[in-house]
């Protein structure tokens, strides 16, 4: 099997043959297999696509990507002390960790919460379940040519998080699943996890003595359903616990809400500056459904964020806000798609970003209105808070709009403080740094206000306050 | 207090103030009136320090520490912080920043500034409560955005309120009275008024008299062509409420 042309993930063949060996599941195998197949076929996106025209995906091909099969105890140490000690984890929540892509039971405590109405398992744990050999929940949303890194987490499937919010069911305590990416600069080049051994000793490359842990590659999988008239709140968490780290996260999110179910949903990506992030979600929305979403952004070198939405029923109410605050040379992507197929749809999108030093932000809100959807209304716009001298906005509407009577708007503003509003702070004894600061702090807040969960904005805020200091 | 000598300013390249002279002593309340364009709003922003207006010629001097100092290169911020305070015609809304947060920290700039303790934040919240029954504000005021879905009134009403807290040793305050009711001036003169004192000073500038019946100046001038033309006392805004400004001109 080839994964690329360009081997830009390192032994991916003997990778598969691995996760073989470790689990017999056979329809498993087949996903990776099409996962692998489709992605080969397409490739990394180009400019010439132009879903990816602001985003060239190509210097992937010069990347050559690790899985870590195993984490070194002293990264694991690092993160007790994290969990210890920062607010951001917090034992108020139902916490799923994994760490490195795999996943970390002595970090997760939902196991120690048993919550009525709240089903949650890891993919192993899933593929002992009746319904588990047949995968049906992962076989039903194949993906296609337009995504291909959802192709690619598919053939680096082997662990993700499935949670199952039971009919009528409210859970309380926000569901909090972390992608912790960690290894540390000595351990990069000498850390052996168990598959790597066996790869070199398969290649019989015993002149290495060590393998490497250096770019890790990271496959997030989540799935939510919400069934009839549940209710839940998930945060959905991807970041480092060392700044400059290089490597590559590739997260797919699937979320599926039945008739009536409501569920607030909180993407927090601050992964190290160096490292790439890719993310996908897709959700479907049922009859009179809630979706509720926030999508925060302050890491990565590179990050692209798809929302891929489709309302399976009607009167359905959607929420897509994010903000995204970006410096230096960072690169965000954020591409949203909320297809209208059923009448009286709500949809409401506010995407807010920051962008300092020569930073870049690409924003392609597509809204689709079909004929049947009658009586929708949807709303997008993306303000841009331009402050460095070298930064650029990319910003693009996309609505297609077959159905007549409809209510529709979209806006998009990109600029930098108004110098009336610092003077009049400045009037107030405020330092002018300061007053810049206060400024980009209120611009983030209009929006994070918008999260009605205090818990979530101060865990976000954590992020945002570093990421602006520069300003 | 202030002693303005032969001020010309501009702004874009158009030369707004010419010659402009003015002097104000401690405990005294001054108003300016004067037709559209003459001069009035440019004076105020001279005196905050608007980075888009420039001194070309004169100067502003201001007691700091009991000597008379040029305050034409000093930063908005190090103006406000000896105790100059604008109110502004049309103060900005700024969505996210919090009013009474944002007061707080203005206030302990000033407090800091001045060698005195800063105050927290539960100590401030009863501070900035009682202030704000002199001008009969309501409580939701504290948890709103600054100016943020104010109506014109309570802008207004929100500038005299920071003046108040702040409490400043030389206020200008530019057309207070415009978008304010009556019933409204009335509450906000009152704000005012009771700040005056013989340690500090007060502009009052304003379109029209009506507000100088609740604020009563000591002096009146009238601004036309960016100077001075005419100083007297409170009856020359009578009688300018009266026979309009075309009679100074001559």
């Known amino acids: 099997m080839i994964i690329n042309k360009k081997p830009f993930i390192q032994d991916y063949d003997l990778y598969v043959q691995y996760l073989a060996t470790r689990e017999k599941n056979a329809a498993l195998q087949e996903l990776r297999r099409q996962g692998a197949e489709l992605f080969s076929r397409v490739g990394l996106p180009s400019k010439s696509s132009e879903d990816w025209r602001y985003t060239d995906m190509q210097f992937l091909n010069d990347h050559k990507f690790n899985v870590c099969m195993s984490t070194p105890r002293t990264e694991l140490e690092n993160m007790r002390e994290y969990c210890t000690n920062r607010k951001y984890y917090s034992h108020d929540d139902i916490n799923i960790v994994f760490v490195n892509g795999m996943f970390s039971s002595e970090f997760s405590d939902y196991l120690n919460k048993s919550i009525s109405g709240l089903e949650v398992l890891t993919l192993q744990e899933y593929l002992k379940q009746e319904d588990g050999i047949q995968l049906d929940i992962l076989r039903r949303n194949p993906f296609d040519h337009h995504f291909p890194f959802g192709a690619l987490n598919q053939a680096m499937l082997h662990d993700g998080t499935i949670i199952k919010i039971r009919k009528g069911a409210t859970i309380e305590p926000i569901i909090h699943i972390i992608h912790v990416t960690t290894i540390s600069q000595p351990l990069r080049k000498n850390h052996c996890c168990e598959f790597q051994l066996q790869a070199n000793a398969d290649k019989k490359q015993n002149r290495f003595k060590v393998c490497s842990c250096d770019e890790l590659i990271t496959s997030p999988r989540t799935i939510i359903v919400a069934e009839d008239h549940a209710k839940a709140k998930v945060l959905e968490s991807h970041f480092s616990l060392i700044p400059d780290i290089e490597y590559f996260s590739n997260a797919v999110t699937d979320i599926s809400l039945q008739p009536r179910s409501e569920l607030q949903y909180y993407k927090s990506q601050n992964e190290s500056l160096k490292a790439y992030h890719v993310g996908l979600t897709r959700v479907w929305q049922e009859e009179e459904s809630n979706f509720d979403s926030f999508s925060f952004m302050t890491g990565s070198a590179l990050a692209r964020n798809n929302i891929d939405l489709v309302t399976n029923g009607p009167r359905t109410r959607t929420t897509l806000n994010a903000l995204y605050s970006v410096n230096g040379k960072q690169h965000v992507d954020n591409h949203t798609s909320i297809d209208h197929r059923h009448p009286s749809a709500e949809s409401y999108q506010f995407y807010k970003g920051i962008l300092n030093g020569s930073s870049r932000a690409v924003f392609n809100g597509r809204i689709i209105v079909r004929s049947e959807a009658q009586k929708t209304k949807s709303y997008q716009l993306n303000n841009n808070l331009v402050a460095g001298k070298h930064c650029r906005v990319d910003t693009k509407p996309q609505l297609e709009i077959f159905a007549n009577d409809v209510k529709c708007s979209h806006g998009a503003t990109s600029g930098q403080l108004n110098p009336d509003e610092i003077f009049y702070l400045q009037t107030r004894a405020i330092q002018k740094r300061d007053a810049i600061k206060m400024l980009s702090h209120g611009f983030a807040d209009e929006i994070l206000n918008k999260i009605p969960l205090q818990a979530v904005r101060e865990k976000l805020r954590i992020f945002l306050t570093p990421s602006l200091l520069t300003i | ?250």
């Open chain 2, 1 to 250: 207090m202030i002693e303005i000598k032969d001020l010309h300013a501009e702004v874009n390249g158009n030369q707004i103030l010419r010659g402009l002279n003015l002097t104000i002593g401690a405990g005294e309340v001054h108003a300016i009136m004067g037709p559209n364009g003459s001069g009035k709003s440019t004076l105020t922003k001279i005196i905050g320090g608007h980075p888009d207006y420039h001194v070309t010629r004169g100067e502003i001097l201001y007691d700091i520490n009991l000597k008379k100092r040029n305050i034409i290169d000093m930063d908005p911020e190090e103006r406000a912080r000896e105790g100059i305070f604008i109110a502004f015609q049309y103060p900005v809304e700024i969505p996210g920043v919090n009013a009474s947060e944002f007061l707080r920290a203005s206030f302990n700039e000033i407090c800091h500034h001045q060698g005195a303790e800063e105050m927290d934040p539960l100590d401030f919240d009863d501070f900035l409560r009682e202030k704000m029954k002199v001008l009969e504000m309501d409580d939701k005021y504290i948890h709103r955005s600054l100016n943020v879905d104010f109506s014109g009134g309570e802008k207004k009403r929100n500038e005299v309120l920071q003046m108040i807290i702040l409490n400043p040793r030389f206020s200008v305050l530019d057309e207070t009275d415009s978008g304010l009711d009556v019933d409204s001036m009335r509450v906000v003169a009152n704000g005012v008024n009771r700040l005056r004192s013989k340690h500090n000073a007060m502009l009052v500038i304003t379109h029209y008299q009506r507000l100088l019946n609740y604020i009563v100046p000591d002096f009146v001038h009238i601004l036309e062509g960016g100077r001075i033309i005419k100083s007297g006392e409170k009856d020359l805004a009578l009688a300018v409420e009266d026979k309009g400004y075309d009679w100074l001109k001559k």
